[in-house]
Structure formats: structure tokens, C-alpha cells
């Protein structure tokens, strides 16, 4: 197990969590304390705990924060939620707010600005921390107010923490210098070794999209909706490096016709010709893994590719990418019941035999892994290991309001973002379900993206 390993919610924390009207009141507020531990916890361990004041204040990539912005940033959002909204407290530092206002400056600015040195993103984060925590005390969970009804603010507290810290392991990820992670898997993935059918098929019919009632889901995962799909077939697993490096042998980066139009101009002018960290030394593929370079591990499915990418791939494979719609039929749907599902195996949330999530590893599982977490129509590994790219611009569900603020979805909303599905190796497992959407642009790769094909039945 990776010295991560602790980071994980425990089985009980989870479900309680999740199921917040059948917890007293004071449970409810211990077991939100002790989600915010177990986020903040995470944070040192990317940040503070492991890399010295340079690496916290450099920007590694103009597409990512300094670390030391991320540290802030997550004690400044929950001081504005948790302080000043819900317990109605004075600002503490009202002077830097526009320093960690993700809309105000774009990543590849802030490092110009004057923000707060690591000891004191640490000592204002802990400060604001040791507040919250007081103020659980007083705090009065109320369906009268929405920010408090069934404490979702705090929900989505806990979960913009885990989100910031994924993000930070990209950050990792593209950080020149010394390894601080570890190398090896000591952790493997539950596999049952049978030989799996290439797709499963998903009927035709409606299923109900979204969720309404669903405590954890944020606004652009509401209102619950039906939708009626034609059938169709999806890949049974992620698409492997195995698979992906077939493309890349066949010349798929060079055929013109394979790519969108404006993923073409993109290829051209990036010159990429693999994805993102893969290196050739004579006919080998290697990979650099958090400042190592290893073999590329056939059967681990692909990552950091962008959308482009994975939408020439389909097309090569005579395939294409599923819309969110299908994906998240394949996903959540029981068609045998007529049920919706939380997650692909049911409503609980699940453990290490289920998915691969939560920073245990710091890579993708085997494809075809965890056959206890698979959906009810038989496919794997779509919660965990890699998100994965669809053909869905990311908009609003029918019905869609914003809450609590417009920057966190509807700002976004348009065809200039691909929604991503299912999380990955990276997400924590109170931030993924079968409803959670990600968005970003179709040329990022440095987030830990894969796909899955999809084809009409």
C-alpha cells in the first residue's frame, strides 16, 4: 500500500456521507471535521511535506499554478464558504481574496503576483481551519437555508479541496527535479484474468440522467431528467497504451482525415506525434512518471491525451467517442431493475476492490481490472484509473440553476469544453459518481485522460 494509503475515507465515513439525513446532527459535523483532516492532509502531502520553498513558488507549467497558490487558494475558498457565508464570520484577510480568485488572474500570471510566502499559506490555512472546526459547534445544518440543508456547503468544501489537490498532481507531473513519490505498485489491482468481449451492448430505452436527490452532486449535475437513447455499443474497458500505440504505428498522427478540423491545426502547430510524457528511445516507448522514466506498461490504459486525440483514435478504429449521455447510460443504468445507480456497482460507495481511486497508486490499473465494480451491463473501470473524453459539449442538464455561484458551472458552459467522465487514479472517492461531470478544453493533456470507444448498434 502507498504511503497514501491512510488518505482514504474508511468504509463507514464514506457511506455515512453519503447518506447525510440518517445521521444525527453532531455525527454528521464530527464526520465533516474529519473529511476536512483527511483533505487537508492530502494538501501537505503535495505540497508542504514533500518539496522545498522553491519548487511551492516556481510554476512548473504556464498552464498550472505555483503550488503555493493551490495551498492558498483551497483555505481562502473555504474561508469564504465556511467562515463568511455559512457561519456569518468577518473576513479574515479580505486584502488577498483577489489574489486567489481563480477568475481574476489566469494561471500563467500568478506567479508575478505578490502572494503569500508557504509558511504563511500554511499559517493562514491552518488559522482558517481551526475557525471552521469552532464554528461546527454552533452551526445549525437547516433545509430553511440552502447552503446548510443537509451541510452541503461543506460537501462541496471537501470536494473543490480534493479537486484543487488532483490538480496539483498534475502540476507534479509536469515538475522537473528529484521524484517524491513512490516508485513501485504495492497495491495490485483486483483482476479476474478472464478474457473479456471488445464491448458490451447498452439496449435501447430511456434512463434518467442526473441526479435530484443526491447530496454530494454540485449544480451542473441536477436536475435528475429523462433521456431515451437508440442502442449502442461501448468499449468494455479504457482504451490501452497498447491499443493507443497501435495508432501511433499506423501513422495516425500523420492522416489528415482521422482529425476534427481544428484538431488538425492543433497537431500541425504542436507537432505532437504521441501523447503527452511518452518517449522513444530507438523502438521502445517509455513514459516520464513523476520525474521517472520507465517502460510504457502495454495494458495500463492510455492517459494524457486530449480530446483531439482521442477523437482521431475513434475514427481510426472505425469507432467514436460516446456522448455523455451514453456513457453515463452504460455507467449508472440497471436496466434489469429500472434503477439508477450511484455508482456502476450499486448505491454504497465502494473500497479498494472496486475502483482505482484515491491516490493509492499513482498510475492507471491493469484495463479489465476491479470485475467488482463493474456496471450492470458489464463495463469496467468507469469510475477511476483515467477520465475519459465525450463527444458532449459541456452545457447545462434541462432545468439547470445555478448553485451556489455561476464560476463554478454555467461560466463554462458552451462549445468550447468537453465534458470528461468517471474520474481517475487521481480523484478522491467523496468527489466521483456516476453523475459527476468534468470539463476542459479539447486540447489539454496534462490532466489524467484516457477514453473509451463507442459504436451504433
Same mark, same amino acid.
Given at each position: 500500500m502507498s504511503q497514501y494509503a491512510d488518505l482514504r475515507p474508511s468504509a463507514r465515513t464514506a457511506a455515512l456521507l453519503a447518506d447525510g439525513d440518517h445521521v444525527a446532527a453532531d455525527e454528521f459535523k464530527s464526520l465533516v471535521a474529519g473529511e476536512l483532516e483527511?483533505? &487537508?492532509? =492530502?494538501s501537505f502531502g503535495l505540497t508542504t511535506n514533500v518539496l522545498e %520553498?522553491?519548487? *511551492?513558488?516556481?510554476?512548473?507549467? &504556464? #498552464?498550472?499554478?505555483? *503550488?503555493?497558490?493551490?495551498?492558498?487558494?483551497v483555505g481562502n475558498y473555504e474561508e469564504l464558504w465556511l467562515l463568511r457565508a455559512a457561519a456569518g464570520i468577518d473576513p479574515m484577510r479580505p486584502e488577498i481574496d483577489s489574489l486567489y480568485d481563480?477568475?481574476?488572474?489566469? =494561471?500563467?500570471?500568478?506567479?508575478? *503576483?505578490? #502572494? *503569500?510566502s508557504p509558511a504563511e499559506a500554511r499559517g493562514y490555512i491552518d488559522l482558517v481551519r481551526r475557525k471552521v472546526l469552532d464554528s461546527l459547534e454552533s452551526i445549525r445544518l437547516s433545509p430553511d437555508k440552502p447552503l446548510l440543508d443537509s451541510g452541503f456547503v461543506?460537501?462541496?468544501?471537501?470536494?473543490? %479541496?480534493?479537486?484543487?489537490d488532483e490538480t496539483m498532481l498534475a502540476t507534479h507531473q509536469l515538475r522537473r527535479g528529484e521524484p517524491v513519490f513512490p516508485a513501485g505498485d504495492q497495491a495490485p489491482a483486483p483482476h479476474d484474468h478472464r478474457v473479456l468481449a471488445p464491448e458490451v451492448l447498452v439496449e435501447a430505452g430511456e434512463f434518467v440522467m442526473g441526479t435530484s436527490a443526491d447530496r454530494w452532486a454540485l449544480d451542473n449535475e441536477r436536475p435528475a431528467h429523462t433521456v431515451s437513447l437508440p442502442a449502442f455499443w461501448i468499449d468494455t474497458t479504457p482504451v490501452s497504451?497498447?491499443?493507443? &500505440?497501435?495508432?501511433?504505428?499506423?501513422?495516425?498522427y500523420d492522416d489528415e482525415r482521422l482529425w476534427d478540423p481544428a484538431g488538425w491545426q492543433w497537431r500541425c502547430a504542436s507537432g505532437k506525434r504521441a501523447p503527452a510524457y511518452w518517449v522513444r528511445e530507438g523502438g521502445t516507448w517509455l513514459r516520464r512518471r513523476f520525474g521517472r522514466l520507465e517502460p510504457l506498461v502495454d495494458d495500463e490504459p492510455v492517459q494524457h491525451v486530449c480530446w483531439y486525440e482521442a477523437d482521431a483514435y475513434a475514427r481510426w478504429a472505425g469507432r467514436r467517442l460516446p456522448t455523455e449521455a451514453e456513457w453515463e447510460k452504460a455507467a449508472s443504468w440497471d436496466p434489469a431493475h429500472g434503477v439508477k445507480r450511484r455508482f456502476p456497482w450499486g448505491d454504497e460507495p465502494g473500497g479498494p476492490?472496486?475502483?482505482? #481511486?484515491?491516490?493509492?497508486r499513482f498510475h492507471p490499473t491493469p484495463v479489465g481490472s476491479f470485475p467488482a465494480g463493474a456496471s450492470p451491463v458489464g463495463a469496467r473501470q468507469m469510475l477511476g484509473d483515467v477520465w475519459e473524453w465525450t463527444s458532449t459539449?459541456?452545457?447545462?442538464?434541462?432545468g439547470f440553476?445555478?448553485? @451556489?455561484?455561476? %464560476?463554478?458551472? %454555467?461560466? !463554462? !458552459?458552451?462549445?468550447?469544453?468537453?465534458? #470528461?467522465?468517471?474520474?481517475?487514479?487521481?480523484?478522491? @472517492?467523496?468527489?466521483? &459518481?456516476t453523475t459527476f461531470r468534468n470539463w476542459d478544453y479539447p486540447i489539454r493533456r496534462q490532466i489524467f485522460a484516457g477514453f473509451r470507444c463507442a459504436r451504433d448498434a
Open positions: 483527511r483533505a &487537508r492532509d =492530502r %520553498e522553491a519548487d *511551492l513558488v516556481a510554476q512548473h507549467s &504556464r #498552464l498550472m499554478s505555483p *503550488l503555493v497558490w493551490d495551498l492558498a487558494h481563480a477568475f481574476e488572474h489566469p =494561471r500563467s500570471e500568478r506567479p508575478k *503576483l505578490p #502572494l *503569500l461543506y460537501r462541496m468544501v471537501i470536494q473543490h %479541496e480534493h479537486q484543487h497504451n497498447a491499443a493507443y &500505440r497501435a495508432f501511433v504505428a499506423a501513422g495516425g476492490g472496486h475502483a482505482n #481511486l484515491g491516490q493509492t459539449s459541456f452545457t447545462g442538464h434541462p440553476c445555478v448553485f @451556489p455561484y455561476r %464560476e463554478y458551472s %454555467e461560466v !463554462f !458552459f458552451g462549445n468550447d469544453y468537453k465534458v #470528461l467522465r468517471g474520474g481517475s487514479w487521481a480523484t478522491d @472517492p467523496v468527489v466521483v &459518481r
